[in-house]
């Protein structure tokens, strides 16, 4: 079992700067990707960004070159240093993880954490 618990979020002025992180639990972290999501009020819930167990990221367009996602493994931690903020980054993000030692892979989720960006 895997818990996720996101934290950091906050209100910001445009180009303002935060920092989310995601704890957790369970023995099956370093052995998966680990995401971010978001969900804009209305919206559907999108990727912005992933890292492999490895370390190699991946992110959406939108986000390119202000958000960075990092993870450590020794400490079973994720995390999401947004910079350059914009009042479309508005959101609730949440943390997930797949696992990818189950079939179907069974998907984890946090409970969110709110960022709000003001203009």
């Known amino acids: 079992q895997v818990q996720l618990v996101e934290s950091g979020g906050g209100l910001v002025q445009t180009g303002g700067s935060l920092r989310l992180s995601c704890a957790a639990s369970?023995?099956?972290?370093?052995?998966?990707?680990m995401s971010w999501y978001r969900q804009a009020p209305g919206k559907e819930r999108e990727l912005v960004a992933t890292?492999?167990?490895?370390?190699?990221?991946d992110y959406a367009e939108s986000v390119k070159g202000r958000l960075t996602i990092t993870r450590d493994n020794a400490k079973n931690m994720v995390y999401l240093q947004m910079s350059s903020l914009k009042p479309e980054d508005t959101a609730v993000y949440y943390c997930?993880?797949?696992?990818?030692?189950?079939?179907?892979?069974?998907?984890?989720w946090g409970q969110g954490t709110q960022v709000t960006v003001s203009s």
């Open positions: 997930n993880l797949d696992d990818i030692g189950t079939v179907p892979r069974r998907r984890y």
């Open positions: 369970g023995n099956i972290f370093r052995l998966n990707a």
């Open positions: 890292v492999t167990r490895g370390g190699s990221t």
